[in-house]
């Protein structure tokens, strides 16, 4: 028969054998970096976000130990595939939205909904919302931001909660545009000293005078806009929520994701009904910003390059022709489009640095250790410019993706521009879809030109990146609108189409 091992003896090996690994772990050196200053390591390379200077090329060559804080970022696709992906066990921890069992319950919502299969039910949206696009654009074209902000808050919306109508729209598509404030500002690592001084948590943003919005401790501003952002996101969790609890209530709730998720409660299964509540409000906060991002950098990417519109109008009128729109139907014939929009994603993608990762044991990759809780960002830039990769990453080359004999395409830039491993952008393929037939559909009706000053000269179209996560494209400040749409000569019967559509046309499916 076998004998124990006795406890205290099991214990001991136990402690043994864990400490001999963490010795054996932390004596491999730390990854390189840039070298920082005494105590607070490479803290002013991190938090300052200059207009001129974009924050990631900050990031080039890192491995940074900030005030002890470990951030590591991985510039290479390498990297990304061998820690994101093939260990991503280890990796797929966040800062916030932790990697656990309820992550999990969301993300099997989520994908319910919004995975490859499931968004094609989704085109009657797309289209409809197309429609009121180009008339919008039609009749004013100055607001192209603006469009493009309720084209993709109104597709979201509706998919989520069922909102057609065009004031509940406009208020909601305000109150994310309040709440992603707070993601786009404080979403990576190293926004705020707080990620770095922890104390800082505990020290009263308001000095004497209430109302005075002024953080009187250096670091401690991140308290008042905590503050008034939470109240956005919870704007954002419970509003909609409440307005679509009342529709079903009174029996006017338009089909939805939140509809068909509670209708297939049972009703031992009330406690699932938050998971389905914050899926929708996730969806409705990650999605807007980021699709508008896409929107507009492919647009204004046309711009600049009016041999790439000469192109794909050139595919469009062959497939499609001139007496009606593109359609998703047409989407394999037309490669070009897509290939637009790769270039699009992998020359501006949204989110250049994607969301902080963070690791929950301690690791070794090629020789250097990786401490537990280190900060893990995957550099979507670096990777998307790597010349080797991607020969003349500075330019606008869609011609770059297209598939000819004999030649190999690089990877398709989807695989960095939304992120890695088990955390990947889950609305992936319907702000793909939202995308593609919005650049289909525009570039089959309109030459998209620059505009001119008032001396008549060109305005060039200077891409400017925002502060904070999401990569907005827009022309330089002050300068109006950044293109002219002019309806295209031979598109016959399709600017009557687009006349007709009411501006203020509720989508409905
Ligand atoms: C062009 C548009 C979009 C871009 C570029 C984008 C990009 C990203 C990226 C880079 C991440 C982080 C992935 C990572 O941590 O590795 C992410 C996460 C996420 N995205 Fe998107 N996204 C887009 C549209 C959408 C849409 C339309 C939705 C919703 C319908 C959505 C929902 C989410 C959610 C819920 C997460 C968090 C996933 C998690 O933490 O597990 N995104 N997205």
Same mark, same amino acid.
């Given at each position: 028969m076998d004998t124990p091992i006795p406890l205290p003896l099991a214990v001991l090996t136990a402690v043994f054998f864990l400490y001999f690994r963490w010795r054996r772990l932390s004596t491999q050196p730390l990854p390189p970096g840039p070298r920082g200053l005494p105590v607070i390591g490479s803290l002013w390379d991190i938090v300052t976000d200059k207009d001129d200077k974009p924050r990631h090329l900050k990031y080039?060559?890192?491995?940074?130990?900030?005030?002890?804080?470990?951030?590591v970022v991985l510039n290479s696709a390498k990297a990304t595939d061998e820690l994101l992906e093939k260990r991503s066990i280890n990796y797929s921890d966040r800062p916030v939205m932790r990697y656990s069992d309820k992550w999990k319950a969301h993300r099997r919502i989520f994908n319910q909904y919004f995975k490859q299969q499931a968004v094609v039910s989704y085109y009657p949206v797309h289209r409809k919302g197309v429609l009121v696009f180009l008339n919008k654009i039609l009749n004013n074209p100055e607001s192209l931001n603006a469009h493009a902000r309720d084209y993709a808050g109104a597709m979201i919306l509706q998919i989520t909660?069922?909102?057609?109508?065009?004031?509940?729209? #406009?208020?909601?598509?305000?109150?994310?545009? +309040?709440?992603?404030? $707070?993601?786009? !500002?404080? &979403?990576?690592?190293?926004?705020?000293?707080?990620?770095?001084?922890?104390?800082?948590?505990?020290?009263?943003?308001?000095?004497?005078?209430?109302?005075?919005?002024?953080?009187?401790?250096?670091?401690?501003?991140?308290?008042?806009?905590?503050a008034v952002w939470a109240k956005h996101v919870s704007d954002m969790n419970h509003n909609p929520w409440r307005l679509l609890k009342s529709s079903m209530a009174n029996g006017t709730a338009m089909p939805s994701v939140a509809t068909n998720g509670l209708e297939r409660l049972n009703s031992d299964q009330e406690e699932m009904?938050?998971?389905?509540?914050?899926?929708?409000?996730?969806?409705?906060? #990650?999605?807007?910003?980021?699709?508008?991002? +896409?929107?507009?950098? $492919?647009?204004? !990417?046309? &711009?600049?390059?009016?041999?790439?519109?000469t192109r794909a109008q050139a595919e469009i009128d062959e497939v499609v022709g001139s007496s009606r729109l593109p359609d998703f139907q047409d989407r394999d014939k037309l490669p070009y489009i897509d290939a637009i929009l790769k270039e699009t994603q992998r020359l501006y993608p949204a989110l250049p640095l994607s969301i902080d990762h963070c690791s929950m044991d301690d690791d070794i990759y090629e020789g250097y250790f990786i401490p537990k809780g280190t900060t893990v960002i995957g550099n979507a830039w670096a990777i998307l410019h790597d010349e080797k990769t991607y020969p003349e990453p500075m330019k606008f080359k869609p011609e770059r993706f297209l598939k000819e004999e004999g030649k190999s395409t690089p990877p398709d830039s989807a695989l960095y521009a939304f992120g890695f491993g088990r955390r990947i952008c889950p609305g992936r393929f319907l702000a793909l879809d939202a995308a593609w037939l919005m650049v289909a559909c525009v570039l089959s009706v309109f030459d998209?030109?620059?505009?001119?000053?008032?001396?008549?000269?060109?305005?060039?179209?200077?891409?400017?990146?925002?502060?904070?996560?999401?990569?907005?494209?827009?022309?330089?400040?002050?300068?109006?609108?950044?293109?002219?749409?002019?309806?295209?000569?031979?598109?016959?019967?399709?600017?009557?189409?687009?006349?007709?559509?009411?501006?203020?046309?509720?989508?409905?499916?």
């Open positions: 080039l060559d890192l491995g940074k130990n900030v005030c002890g804080d470990h951030l909660y069922g909102i057609t109508s065009e004031e509940e729209k #406009a208020y909601f598509v305000q109150v994310a545009d +309040l709440a992603n404030q $707070s993601f786009i !500002a404080g &979403v990576n690592h190293g926004s705020f000293m707080v990620d770095y001084f922890p104390f800082l948590k505990h020290i009263p943003y308001r000095f004497f005078v209430i109302d005075l919005q002024v953080a009187w401790f250096p670091g401690a501003g991140f308290k008042q806009k905590a009904e938050p998971f389905i509540q914050h899926v929708c409000a996730v969806a409705y906060g #990650a999605g807007a910003d980021t699709t508008v991002a +896409l929107l507009l950098a $492919s647009l204004l !990417a046309l &711009v600049r390059n009016p041999e790439v519109q998209i030109n620059k505009t001119f000053d008032a001396e008549g000269n060109e305005i060039e179209v200077v891409f400017e990146h925002s502060p904070g996560a999401i990569n907005l494209k827009k022309a330089k400040k002050g300068l109006g609108s950044p293109a002219n749409f002019g309806l295209m000569s031979n598109s016959s019967e399709i600017p009557g189409l687009i006349e007709n559509v009411p501006g203020g046309l509720a989508i409905l499916t």
